[in-house]
C-alpha cells in the first residue's frame, strides 16, 4: 500500500467536462477519507487548439474562468490541511516541445499535468490533422469532410512511418519537459501509445523491444528531471514499457482522471482503485519534486 499517496489530476467543476460537484471543499474532504497526502487540482488550460478553435471535446482557455479557478484554489489552499496546488492539465502542441499554457498562465500556476489530446504538429508529418479518429470515429464515415481529412492524414502517416512518429511524440515529451520546468507529469500515459493508437497508427505491429528502445530517452530524462508517469486503472498493452522505465528510475503516480467526487465519470473516490493497479505491476511511485515552483509555494509547513 503506498504509503504517501498523492492525487495531482483532480479537475475542477468550472471546466464544463467536470461535475458540479467538484468544488474546492467537496474535493479536500474526499481527499481526507482517502487519506491523500497532497492533492493538486486542475483546469483545463488550451491556449490553441487545432484548427485555433474548439476541438472535438477540448474547450479553448476562458480568462475569467482561469482567473476564478485560481483565486478560489489559493483560498482554499490557505485552510486545507495538506498541500493543496493550484495547476492546469494542458497539450504537448509540437513536437518542438511548446505546450498549450504559457506567459501568465503559467507564471500562476504550480504544476502542468501534460497531456496528448490530439496529434501534435511533428515533422515527420508537417501538419496537424483536423481530426481526432477515435472521438469522431462514428462521425466519420458519414462526415464526408471528416474522411477526407482522415485519409490524408492516414496517408501522411503511412509515409513517415509508425517509428518515425513514435520518436517524433517522445522528442515532443522531451522538449516539452526542458523547455516548462513546471511539468510535473505526462498524465494518462498508459504505455505512452495511447495517443498513436487513438489515430490508428499501428504501433503494436512494431517488436516490443524497438517501443521500448524509442522510449528510453523519454524515460532517462523524466527519471532525472524528476517527472512523473501517471497511470489511470485502464488497460495496458506493454507493460514491459512500465516496466523498463521504472528499472530507468521513472517514478510513478495513481489517478483517476476525476471528473466527479462519486458516481459519474472518473470518480475520485476510486482513487485507490488506481494506486492498486499502479501496485499491481510492483512500480515505483513517487511525488512531485519541490523545486517546481517558481513562485510562492501554496502551502506553508506550520
Ligand atoms: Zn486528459
Ligand atoms: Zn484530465
Known sequence: MNPYPVDYHIHYYLDSCAGPDM????????????????????????ETLPGGKDFVSWHLLREDDFQTFIREVRA??????????AGVESELVSED?????????????DHIML?????PLMECIGYQPLIHPRAQRN?????????????????????????????GL?????????????ICACSHMYDGLLPIRDYDVPCDDLPESDLIAIFEPLMRLMAQEGVLWELLPEKIVHPAILRRADESGVRFIAATDAHSITGGWGNLSDHWQAEDFLAGFGLHTGKMREDIFSGIRPFRMP
Open 23 to 46: 468544488t474546492c471543499e467537496n474535493i479536500g474532504k474526499e481527499a481526507g477519507k482517502l487519506g491523500l497526502k497532497e492533492i493538486g487540482i486542475v483546469k483545463h488550460c488550451s
Open 139 to 167: 462521425r466519420i464515415a458519414d462526415d464526408r469532410s471528416l474522411t477526407a481529412e482522415y485519409d490524408k492524414w492516414k496517408e501522411a502517416a503511412s509515409r513517415a512511418g509508425t517509428a518515425a512518429i513514435i520518436e
Open 97 to 109: 516541445g511548446t505546450i498549450a499554457v504559457t506567459g501568465s498562465h503559467y507564471e500562476a500556476i
Open 115 to 119: 497531456s496528448v489530446h490530439y496529434m
Open 170 to 182: 517522445v522528442r515532443g515529451y522531451m522538449n516539452a519537459i526542458r523547455r516548462n520546468k513546471k
Open 76 to 85: 482554499f489552499s490557505e485552510t486545507s490541511s495538506i498541500p493543496v496546488y
